[in-house]
């Protein structure tokens, strides 16, 4: 993390400072109603990663996947099932092109990774059986995220690092939201505590990952 810090030139740190900030900004408007200062905030925290990524001289696989990532966040800054649908597209993108970037630039599988496997194959499933079961219409695409996410998963075990954390950071963040989507009532108190923390975790992983893999 440090060297990644390290090797950024002046407009780099400048780029990541305003990225936090957007970040910040959204996670204080999060009870506010849809408007377009709350889109642009969203959209902002992870698109500015991904101009970083691209600017110092990261893998293009990374920039796509950050582009996607900001895309999925411009339509869950939307409500409804089509906005849903268009992040969850987006986002399933998103973690198909991590998949490929971390099984493609790490060491690979090895019998020391087994557990971190195990942990990332039971988490899938239990988040698959609780999430598909009550997604109605929604079932498949739900399920072949959740394969995704699994597979990502598996990718950032055999990176590690602040990689590895970003993506179970990532991952939390996703086994959240979904159980905000389809297990809780909408007028549950528990909500309150969920979208901050769907967030914090989400922008979180995301620049732990980046800033794990420019290192």
Do not use: C, N
């Not at 993390?1 to 996670?27: K, N, Q």
């Not at 582009?67 to 399933?92: I, N, R």
């Amino acid at each position: 993390m440090s060297a990644a810090l390290a090797g950024l030139d002046g407009a780099e740190h400048a780029i990541l400072f305003v990225s936090a900030l957007a970040s910040a900004l959204y996670l204080f408007m999060l009870g506010k109603p849809v408007s377009f200062r709350r889109t642009v905030a969203k959209t902002l925290g992870v698109g500015l990663l991904g101009m970083l990524a691209l600017l110092a001289g990261g893998p293009w696989l990374l920039v796509a996947a950050l582009a996607l990532s900001a895309l999925g966040d411009a339509f869950l800054a939307q409500e409804g099932d089509k906005a849903f649908l268009g992040g969850l597209g987006s986002f399933l993108a998103a973690h198909i092109v991590y998949a490929v970037l971390f099984l493609s630039s790490g060491p690979g599988f090895s019998q020391a990774a087994v557990p971190g496997f195990l942990a990332v194959a039971v988490f899938a499933l239990g988040m698959g059986f609780l999430m598909v079961r009550k997604a109605g219409p929604l079932a498949l695409p739900v399920a072949a995220y959740v394969l995704a996410i699994a597979i990502m998963g598996l990718g950032g075990v055999t990176i590690g690092g602040w990689v590895l954390l970003g993506v179970v950071a990532f991952m939390a963040s996703d086994a959240i939201l979904g159980s905000e989507k389809f297990l809780m009532a909408e007028a549950s108190p528990f909500k309150r505590l969920t979208r901050p923390a769907v967030w914090v975790l989400y922008y979180a992983g995301q620049l732990l990952i980046t800033l794990g893999l420019l290192a």
